[in-house]
């Protein structure tokens, strides 16, 4: 006889658009209560209306993940309301890529700020509580450049080896009450290479993305991971498009 899942109080960052929007609407449609952060307090806005237009449960909140006080503030005000955190999803990701030889540092710097240090600052704005709770789910958005890596790409790609690297280490050191996921999608539709500034970058990736798959895709894989019982750890799922080799 199967139940209905209790529902959870789960936090996405780069809630925005592509992957985090529809992480944050496949949740809610499943009757979970989502908590959605994103600088661009435009487009939360749309989403929360839309999720609430659809008998879906959210809240909206400015988040920049870069600052580690706001990230703290915003699994607090989450903790402060709700009593809890059942999951936080670290999504938020920027992916301007260039050549090396080109040395766009600020572009560089800027990965490592959104894609490894905002990561960090999700783990440890949550872990305390995870810890005092006795229970948690951290979900780790990656991606393919974790696993190979691609002209352009190399910053990028350290950046999600790092997310990668540090949420297994997480897992790892954490007691079997806190669950670990990482998810590693190939290529998805969404805006992350709209802020590719590299002219050759951007045919490059024309080129690349050329065969790609719905955000909805990896919504649902991040569903099936925070679904599974206390006992089932869902550790990695790479999800990519059958024609991306």
């Not at 490894?116 to 305390?128: D, K, N, Q």
Request: glycine share 8%.
């Amino acid at each position: 006889m199967s139940t209905t899942p209790q529902p959870k109080v789960v936090l996405v960052t780069g809630a925005s658009s592509g992957i985090g929007a529809a992480v944050a609407e496949h949740l809610a449609a499943a009757g979970h209560h989502v908590v959605a952060g994103a600088r661009r307090t435009d487009r939360i806005e749309a989403l929360v209306q839309r999720i609430r237009a659809a008998g879906g449960s959210i809240e909206g909140l400015a988040l920049d993940v870069t600052d580690r006080a706001e990230v703290e503030a915003f699994v607090a005000a989450a903790v402060a309301t709700h009593g809890r955190v059942d999951v936080i999803v670290n999504n938020a990701g920027v992916m301007p890529l260039s050549r090396l030889d080109r040395l766009l540092v600020d572009e560089w710097d800027r990965m490592i700020d959104v894609n490894v240090r905002g990561l960090l600052h999700g783990i440890a704005a949550a872990l305390p509580v995870f810890q005092r709770q006795g229970s948690g789910h951290f979900v780790t958005v990656a991606s393919i450049g974790a696993h190979q890596v691609s002209e352009t790409a190399a910053v990028y790609c350290g950046t999600k080896y790092a997310a990668w690297a540090i949420t297994e280490g997480l897992r790892l050191e954490l007691d079997p009450s806190i669950r670990v996921t990482t998810v590693t999608p190939g290529v998805v539709e969404s805006e992350l290479a709209s802020t590719i500034s590299d002219p050759g970058a951007q045919d490059l990736m024309a080129a690349y993305r050329a065969a790609s798959i719905p955000p909805g895709a990896i919504a649902e894989a991040i569903g099936f991971a925070i679904g599974q019982p206390p006992e089932v750890d869902v550790n990695e799922l790479v999800i990519r498009p059958a024609r991306q080799r």
